[in-house]
Protein backbone atom coordinates (compact mmCIF):
# COMPACT_ATOMS: atom_id res chain seq x y z
CA UNK A 1 0.00 0.00 0.00
CA UNK A 2 1.66 3.15 -1.22
CA UNK A 3 1.46 6.56 1.10
CA UNK A 4 -1.10 8.17 -1.07
CA UNK A 5 -3.67 5.18 -0.92
CA UNK A 6 -2.85 5.22 3.15
CA UNK A 7 -3.26 8.94 3.48
CA UNK A 8 -7.07 8.68 1.45
CA UNK A 9 -7.75 5.75 3.76
CA UNK A 10 -6.93 7.93 7.21
CA UNK A 11 -9.18 10.69 5.49
CA UNK A 12 -11.82 8.36 4.73
CA UNK A 13 -11.97 7.07 8.18
CA UNK A 14 -11.77 10.32 9.72
CA UNK A 15 -14.20 11.95 7.89
CA UNK A 16 -16.26 8.52 8.96
CA UNK A 17 -15.91 8.92 12.44
CA UNK A 18 -16.59 12.33 12.27
CA UNK A 19 -20.08 12.02 10.60
CA UNK A 20 -20.84 9.65 13.40
CA UNK A 21 -19.82 11.69 15.84
CA UNK A 22 -22.29 14.30 14.16
CA UNK A 23 -25.41 11.45 13.92
CA UNK A 24 -24.81 11.06 17.73
CA UNK A 25 -25.03 14.58 18.71
CA UNK A 26 -28.10 14.94 16.17
CA UNK A 27 -29.71 11.80 17.67
CA UNK A 28 -29.12 13.79 21.70
CA UNK A 29 -29.91 16.83 20.55
CA UNK A 30 -33.52 14.85 19.28
CA UNK A 31 -34.12 13.26 22.59
CA UNK A 32 -33.79 16.95 24.39
CA UNK A 33 -36.16 18.15 22.34
CA UNK A 34 -38.38 15.37 22.18
CA UNK A 35 -38.63 15.54 26.26
CA UNK A 36 -38.99 19.44 25.69
CA UNK A 37 -42.14 18.20 23.57
CA UNK A 38 -43.46 16.16 26.45
CA UNK A 39 -43.83 13.41 23.52
CA UNK A 40 -43.61 10.56 26.21
CA UNK A 41 -46.43 11.74 28.52
CA UNK A 42 -48.95 11.45 24.81
CA UNK A 43 -47.84 8.85 23.54
CA UNK A 44 -46.98 6.13 25.89
CA UNK A 45 -50.02 4.71 28.09
CA UNK A 46 -49.47 3.06 31.51
CA UNK A 47 -48.09 -0.45 31.75
CA UNK A 48 -47.09 0.26 27.36
CA UNK A 49 -44.56 0.45 25.37
CA UNK A 50 -42.55 3.81 25.74
CA UNK A 51 -44.09 5.76 23.00
CA UNK A 52 -45.99 3.02 21.72
CA UNK A 53 -49.38 5.79 21.54
CA UNK A 54 -52.52 4.70 23.03
CA UNK A 55 -53.73 7.49 25.06
CA UNK A 56 -56.94 8.58 24.83
CA UNK A 57 -57.88 12.25 24.60
CA UNK A 58 -61.35 12.95 24.86
CA UNK A 59 -63.16 15.59 22.82
CA UNK A 60 -66.10 17.48 22.37
CA UNK A 61 -66.19 15.27 18.47
CA UNK A 62 -65.25 12.13 20.27
CA UNK A 63 -61.81 10.23 21.34
CA UNK A 64 -58.66 10.39 19.69
CA UNK A 65 -55.91 7.88 20.60
CA UNK A 66 -52.71 8.99 20.36
CA UNK A 67 -49.92 6.60 17.72
CA UNK A 68 -46.60 4.48 17.57
CA UNK A 69 -44.33 7.04 17.14
CA UNK A 70 -41.66 4.11 17.33
CA UNK A 71 -39.31 3.33 14.04
CA UNK A 72 -41.29 0.06 14.27
CA UNK A 73 -42.23 -0.19 10.17
CA UNK A 74 -45.31 -2.05 10.80
CA UNK A 75 -46.80 0.16 13.26
CA UNK A 76 -44.72 3.09 13.84
CA UNK A 77 -43.45 5.49 11.93
CA UNK A 78 -40.20 3.25 10.38
CA UNK A 79 -41.40 3.76 6.83
CA UNK A 80 -41.52 7.72 7.48
CA UNK A 81 -39.61 9.17 4.96
CA UNK A 82 -37.47 12.59 6.30
CA UNK A 83 -40.40 14.87 4.93
CA UNK A 84 -42.88 12.54 5.93
CA UNK A 85 -42.32 13.38 8.93
CA UNK A 86 -41.96 17.00 8.56
CA UNK A 87 -45.26 17.61 7.32
CA UNK A 88 -46.97 15.13 10.08
CA UNK A 89 -44.91 17.67 12.74
CA UNK A 90 -46.02 20.84 10.91
CA UNK A 91 -49.39 20.97 9.73
CA UNK A 92 -50.68 17.24 10.54
CA UNK A 93 -50.08 15.35 7.00
CA UNK A 94 -49.17 11.86 7.86
CA UNK A 95 -48.88 9.19 5.65
CA UNK A 96 -51.95 7.22 6.69
CA UNK A 97 -54.19 10.51 6.71
CA UNK A 98 -54.83 13.49 8.69
CA UNK A 99 -53.59 13.59 12.37
CA UNK A 100 -56.39 15.27 14.23
CA UNK A 101 -55.41 18.49 15.89
CA UNK A 102 -54.93 16.81 19.38
CA UNK A 103 -51.54 15.99 18.23
CA UNK A 104 -50.33 19.83 18.54
CA UNK A 105 -49.01 20.12 15.20
CA UNK A 106 -50.74 23.41 15.28
CA UNK A 107 -48.09 24.67 17.51
CA UNK A 108 -45.07 22.43 16.22
CA UNK A 109 -45.73 24.07 13.04
CA UNK A 110 -42.93 26.76 14.23
CA UNK A 111 -39.65 24.12 14.79
CA UNK A 112 -37.44 24.75 12.27
CA UNK A 113 -35.98 22.57 10.48
CA UNK A 114 -32.66 21.78 12.12
CA UNK A 115 -34.69 20.97 15.44
CA UNK A 116 -37.10 19.29 12.81
CA UNK A 117 -33.88 16.91 11.61
CA UNK A 118 -32.84 16.50 15.10
CA UNK A 119 -36.28 15.10 16.25
CA UNK A 120 -36.70 12.87 13.28
CA UNK A 121 -32.99 10.89 14.23
CA UNK A 122 -34.25 10.39 17.19
CA UNK A 123 -37.26 8.92 16.84
CA UNK A 124 -35.75 6.84 13.92
CA UNK A 125 -33.10 5.60 16.45
CA UNK A 126 -35.41 4.49 19.80
CA UNK A 127 -36.23 0.92 20.52
CA UNK A 128 -38.96 -0.24 18.20
CA UNK A 129 -42.40 -1.22 19.36
CA UNK A 130 -44.96 -3.36 17.67
CA UNK A 131 -48.00 -1.84 20.15
CA UNK A 132 -50.58 -1.57 17.85
CA UNK A 133 -52.41 1.58 17.64
CA UNK A 134 -55.92 2.12 18.05
CA UNK A 135 -58.72 3.52 15.92
CA UNK A 136 -60.42 6.12 16.74
CA UNK A 137 -63.88 6.85 17.85
CA UNK A 138 -65.17 10.11 16.57
CA UNK A 139 -68.45 11.15 15.34
CA UNK A 140 -69.64 12.36 12.12
CA UNK A 141 -68.78 14.12 10.36
CA UNK A 142 -65.74 14.70 12.13
CA UNK A 143 -64.56 11.23 11.50
CA UNK A 144 -63.85 12.27 7.59
CA UNK A 145 -60.42 13.21 8.01
CA UNK A 146 -60.18 14.91 4.44
CA UNK A 147 -62.01 17.93 6.23
CA UNK A 148 -59.11 18.28 8.23
CA UNK A 149 -57.59 20.22 5.28
CA UNK A 150 -60.17 22.85 5.61
CA UNK A 151 -60.08 23.06 9.20
CA UNK A 152 -56.17 23.67 8.65
CA UNK A 153 -57.28 26.80 6.24
CA UNK A 154 -59.12 27.97 9.21
CA UNK A 155 -57.09 27.58 12.26
CA UNK A 156 -53.29 26.47 11.11
CA UNK A 157 -51.24 29.81 11.15
CA UNK A 158 -47.54 29.07 9.89
CA UNK A 159 -45.16 30.64 12.03
CA UNK A 160 -41.48 31.81 11.80
CA UNK A 161 -40.05 32.52 14.79
CA UNK A 162 -37.09 34.85 13.51
CA UNK A 163 -35.65 37.57 16.19
CA UNK A 164 -38.32 39.69 17.13
CA UNK A 165 -36.23 43.43 16.64
CA UNK A 166 -35.94 45.29 20.14
CA UNK A 167 -35.92 41.98 22.01
CA UNK A 168 -32.78 40.05 23.56
CA UNK A 169 -31.55 36.87 22.77
CA UNK A 170 -32.75 35.01 26.00
CA UNK A 171 -36.44 36.50 25.13
CA UNK A 172 -36.37 35.12 21.36
CA UNK A 173 -35.26 32.00 22.55
CA UNK A 174 -38.38 31.47 25.09
CA UNK A 175 -40.54 33.02 22.65
CA UNK A 176 -39.38 30.08 20.51
CA UNK A 177 -39.31 27.47 22.86
CA UNK A 178 -42.89 28.25 24.85
CA UNK A 179 -44.59 28.55 21.78
CA UNK A 180 -43.66 25.48 19.95
CA UNK A 181 -41.67 22.98 21.85
CA UNK A 182 -43.45 24.02 25.49
CA UNK A 183 -47.07 24.41 22.96
CA UNK A 184 -48.12 26.15 26.32
CA UNK A 185 -50.94 27.95 24.11
CA UNK A 186 -52.37 24.44 23.45
CA UNK A 187 -53.61 24.36 27.13
CA UNK A 188 -53.60 27.76 28.25
CA UNK A 189 -55.24 29.54 25.17
CA UNK A 190 -58.91 30.19 24.48
CA UNK A 191 -60.44 28.27 21.60
CA UNK A 192 -62.83 28.97 18.73
CA UNK A 193 -66.01 27.49 17.71
CA UNK A 194 -64.08 25.31 15.91
CA UNK A 195 -61.48 24.43 18.62
CA UNK A 196 -58.68 25.96 16.96
CA UNK A 197 -56.83 28.44 19.06
CA UNK A 198 -57.95 32.00 19.30
CA UNK A 199 -54.58 33.94 18.62
CA UNK A 200 -55.85 36.88 19.71
CA UNK A 201 -56.42 35.86 23.10
CA UNK A 202 -52.63 34.47 22.99
CA UNK A 203 -52.18 32.46 26.89
CA UNK A 204 -54.89 34.48 28.58
CA UNK A 205 -56.47 30.87 30.19
CA UNK A 206 -58.43 28.06 28.66
CA UNK A 207 -60.65 25.05 30.17
CA UNK A 208 -58.37 22.26 29.38
CA UNK A 209 -60.25 19.00 30.91
CA UNK A 210 -61.52 19.21 33.94
CA UNK A 211 -59.17 22.65 35.47
CA UNK A 212 -59.07 25.84 34.44
CA UNK A 213 -55.39 26.31 32.46
CA UNK A 214 -54.71 29.55 34.32
CA UNK A 215 -53.85 33.35 32.18
CA UNK A 216 -49.81 33.05 31.44
CA UNK A 217 -49.77 36.28 30.20
CA UNK A 218 -46.54 38.49 31.42
CA UNK A 219 -48.86 41.20 32.24
CA UNK A 220 -50.75 38.86 34.31
CA UNK A 221 -48.28 37.64 35.76
CA UNK A 222 -46.24 40.29 36.91
CA UNK A 223 -49.91 41.94 38.38
CA UNK A 224 -50.20 38.83 40.29
CA UNK A 225 -46.67 38.71 41.77
CA UNK A 226 -44.52 36.32 39.85
CA UNK A 227 -40.90 36.49 40.16
CA UNK A 228 -38.24 35.23 38.23
CA UNK A 229 -37.57 32.80 40.52
CA UNK A 230 -41.09 31.71 40.91
CA UNK A 231 -41.14 30.68 37.73
CA UNK A 232 -38.03 28.75 37.26
CA UNK A 233 -39.25 26.72 40.49
CA UNK A 234 -42.77 25.87 38.81
CA UNK A 235 -41.27 24.59 35.56
CA UNK A 236 -37.99 22.55 37.33
CA UNK A 237 -39.98 21.59 39.99
CA UNK A 238 -43.79 21.56 39.44
CA UNK A 239 -44.21 24.59 42.27
CA UNK A 240 -42.97 27.41 44.28
CA UNK A 241 -43.81 29.81 47.30
CA UNK A 242 -47.31 30.64 44.85
CA UNK A 243 -48.34 26.71 45.65
CA UNK A 244 -48.43 23.66 43.09
CA UNK A 245 -49.77 23.04 39.61
CA UNK A 246 -52.96 20.81 39.10
CA UNK A 247 -54.43 18.46 36.94
CA UNK A 248 -52.16 17.54 33.65
CA UNK A 249 -49.84 20.20 34.38
CA UNK A 250 -48.12 17.99 36.71
CA UNK A 251 -47.69 15.23 33.73
CA UNK A 252 -45.81 18.15 31.39
CA UNK A 253 -43.61 19.58 34.38
CA UNK A 254 -42.74 15.59 35.40
CA UNK A 255 -41.85 14.17 31.74
CA UNK A 256 -41.15 17.36 30.26
CA UNK A 257 -40.48 20.54 31.52
CA UNK A 258 -38.21 20.14 34.40
CA UNK A 259 -36.24 18.46 31.80
CA UNK A 260 -35.21 22.32 30.23
CA UNK A 261 -31.31 22.83 30.79
CA UNK A 262 -30.57 25.86 32.82
CA UNK A 263 -30.28 28.08 29.42
CA UNK A 264 -33.97 27.66 28.33
CA UNK A 265 -35.37 27.71 31.67
CA UNK A 266 -34.24 31.26 31.74
CA UNK A 267 -35.09 32.17 28.20
CA UNK A 268 -38.26 30.83 29.50
CA UNK A 269 -38.62 32.90 32.79
CA UNK A 270 -37.46 35.66 30.63
CA UNK A 271 -40.18 35.41 27.96
CA UNK A 272 -43.15 34.34 30.33
CA UNK A 273 -42.39 37.55 32.09
CA UNK A 274 -41.27 39.89 29.47
CA UNK A 275 -38.19 41.24 31.58
CA UNK A 276 -34.23 40.46 30.98
CA UNK A 277 -33.96 41.31 34.40
CA UNK A 278 -34.25 39.56 37.50
CA UNK A 279 -38.25 40.22 38.48
CA UNK A 280 -38.70 39.99 42.13
CA UNK A 281 -42.02 39.58 42.54
CA UNK A 282 -44.61 40.46 45.77
CA UNK A 283 -44.35 39.23 48.89
CA UNK A 284 -47.31 36.43 49.89
CA UNK A 285 -50.52 37.82 50.80
CA UNK A 286 -51.70 37.20 54.32
CA UNK A 287 -54.59 39.52 55.85
CA UNK A 288 -55.88 37.66 59.01
CA UNK A 289 -57.61 40.95 59.93
CA UNK A 290 -60.15 40.27 56.38
CA UNK A 291 -60.96 37.15 57.98
CA UNK A 292 -64.67 35.91 58.50
CA UNK A 293 -65.57 33.80 61.28
CA UNK A 294 -67.81 31.32 59.45
CA UNK A 295 -64.95 30.49 56.85
CA UNK A 296 -62.19 30.31 59.17
CA UNK A 297 -64.53 27.89 60.93
CA UNK A 298 -64.21 25.37 57.66
CA UNK A 299 -61.22 26.33 57.25
CA UNK A 300 -59.69 25.23 60.19
CA UNK A 301 -61.88 22.09 60.18
CA UNK A 302 -60.83 20.61 57.10
CA UNK A 303 -58.18 22.70 55.58
CA UNK A 304 -55.87 23.54 58.50
CA UNK A 305 -54.20 20.13 59.65
CA UNK A 306 -52.42 20.05 56.33
CA UNK A 307 -52.05 23.62 54.83
CA UNK A 308 -51.04 25.44 58.50
CA UNK A 309 -53.45 27.43 60.94
CA UNK A 310 -51.73 30.86 58.81
CA UNK A 311 -52.11 29.13 55.65
CA UNK A 312 -47.99 28.69 56.06
CA UNK A 313 -48.15 25.43 54.63
CA UNK A 314 -46.00 22.26 54.87
CA UNK A 315 -42.55 21.80 52.79
CA UNK A 316 -43.04 18.29 50.87
CA UNK A 317 -46.92 18.10 52.15
CA UNK A 318 -48.84 20.84 51.74
CA UNK A 319 -48.63 23.97 49.85
CA UNK A 320 -48.77 27.57 51.26
CA UNK A 321 -51.97 29.55 50.86
CA UNK A 322 -50.27 32.61 51.41
CA UNK A 323 -50.31 34.42 47.79
CA UNK A 324 -51.33 31.16 46.52
CA UNK A 325 -51.46 31.23 42.82
CA UNK A 326 -54.83 29.16 42.17
CA UNK A 327 -56.22 31.11 44.96
CA UNK A 328 -55.76 34.80 43.57
CA UNK A 329 -57.29 33.40 39.88
CA UNK A 330 -60.53 35.60 39.34
CA UNK A 331 -61.68 32.31 38.34
CA UNK A 332 -62.33 30.18 41.27
CA UNK A 333 -63.12 26.94 38.87
CA UNK A 334 -60.01 25.54 39.81
CA UNK A 335 -59.76 26.01 43.60
CA UNK A 336 -63.42 24.45 44.25
CA UNK A 337 -62.01 21.12 42.07
CA UNK A 338 -59.54 20.83 44.73
CA UNK A 339 -61.47 21.49 47.33
CA UNK A 340 -64.52 19.28 46.18
CA UNK A 341 -62.66 16.13 44.41
CA UNK A 342 -59.14 16.54 45.70
CA UNK A 343 -55.65 16.78 44.09
CA UNK A 344 -53.72 13.40 43.26
CA UNK A 345 -50.22 12.97 44.95
CA UNK A 346 -47.12 14.60 42.86
CA UNK A 347 -44.10 12.75 43.34
CA UNK A 348 -40.81 14.78 41.91
CA UNK A 349 -38.06 12.91 43.25
CA UNK A 350 -37.50 11.23 46.63
CA UNK A 351 -36.81 14.15 48.65
CA UNK A 352 -39.50 16.64 46.92
CA UNK A 353 -43.37 14.93 46.58
CA UNK A 354 -46.39 16.54 47.42
CA UNK A 355 -49.34 14.28 49.74
CA UNK A 356 -53.01 13.55 48.43
CA UNK A 357 -55.02 16.06 48.84
CA UNK A 358 -58.23 14.43 49.61
CA UNK A 359 -62.19 15.61 48.48
CA UNK A 360 -64.88 17.15 50.65
CA UNK A 361 -67.76 17.07 48.20
CA UNK A 362 -69.77 15.21 50.28
CA UNK A 363 -68.81 17.05 53.43
CA UNK A 364 -69.56 20.95 52.45
CA UNK A 365 -72.93 22.13 51.79
CA UNK A 366 -73.32 25.26 49.52
CA UNK A 367 -72.96 27.36 52.62
CA UNK A 368 -70.20 26.09 53.69
CA UNK A 369 -68.09 26.27 50.39
CA UNK A 370 -68.95 30.12 50.24
CA UNK A 371 -67.79 30.57 53.47
CA UNK A 372 -64.15 28.94 52.87
CA UNK A 373 -63.92 30.89 49.24
CA UNK A 374 -64.21 33.65 50.79
CA UNK A 375 -62.58 33.17 53.62
CA UNK A 376 -59.31 32.01 51.48
CA UNK A 377 -59.99 34.81 48.80
CA UNK A 378 -60.33 37.68 51.68
CA UNK A 379 -56.83 36.02 54.19
CA UNK A 380 -55.10 35.08 51.38
CA UNK A 381 -55.29 37.28 48.09
CA UNK A 382 -55.58 40.57 47.12
CA UNK A 383 -59.25 39.77 45.79
CA UNK A 384 -61.53 41.85 47.71
CA UNK A 385 -64.70 40.18 45.34
CA UNK A 386 -67.00 37.95 47.73
CA UNK A 387 -69.11 35.08 46.54
CA UNK A 388 -73.39 34.75 47.20
CA UNK A 389 -73.93 31.43 47.71
CA UNK A 390 -75.73 31.23 43.95
CA UNK A 391 -72.45 31.98 43.18
CA UNK A 392 -71.09 29.07 44.12
CA UNK A 393 -74.27 26.98 43.43
CA UNK A 394 -73.25 27.50 39.78
CA UNK A 395 -69.38 27.37 40.09
CA UNK A 396 -69.90 24.25 41.85
CA UNK A 397 -72.28 22.58 39.25
CA UNK A 398 -69.77 23.58 36.26
CA UNK A 399 -67.19 21.68 38.26
CA UNK A 400 -69.20 18.89 38.89
CA UNK A 401 -69.87 18.49 35.06
CA UNK A 402 -66.66 18.87 33.80
CA UNK A 403 -65.30 15.85 36.44
CA UNK A 404 -67.79 13.93 33.89
CA UNK A 405 -66.12 15.38 30.83
CA UNK A 406 -62.40 14.95 31.89
CA UNK A 407 -59.97 14.38 28.65
CA UNK A 408 -57.48 11.28 30.22
Not at 58 to 66: D, I
Not at 263 to 274: F, M, S
Not at 372 to 379: G, V
Request: glycine share 10%.
Amino acid sequence: MNIKTLTCLIGVFGLTQHAVADKSEQIEKGKYLAEMSDCYACHTIEGGEPYGGGLPFVTPFGTVYSTNITPDSEEGIGHYSYQDFYDALHNGGAPGGHLYPAMPYTSFTGINDDDTQALFAYFQSIKPSSQPNKDNDMMFPANLRFGLNAWNMLNLEEVNYSPVTGKSAEWNRGNYIVNTFGHCGECHTPRNIMMGMDSERHLQGAMIGSVFAPNITPAYLNQQGWSTQDIKDMLLHGYSRKGTVVGEMYEAIFHSLSKFDDDDLNAAAVYLLDSDSNVEGKALTFRPDNAQGEGREVYQAFCAHCHGYEGQGKPNYAPSMQGNGTLSQENHFNSVSAILYGIKPQYYTPTNAFYTMPGYDKQLSNEDLMHLLNYLTATYTENSAQLSVEQTKEIRTSVTESQKNATH
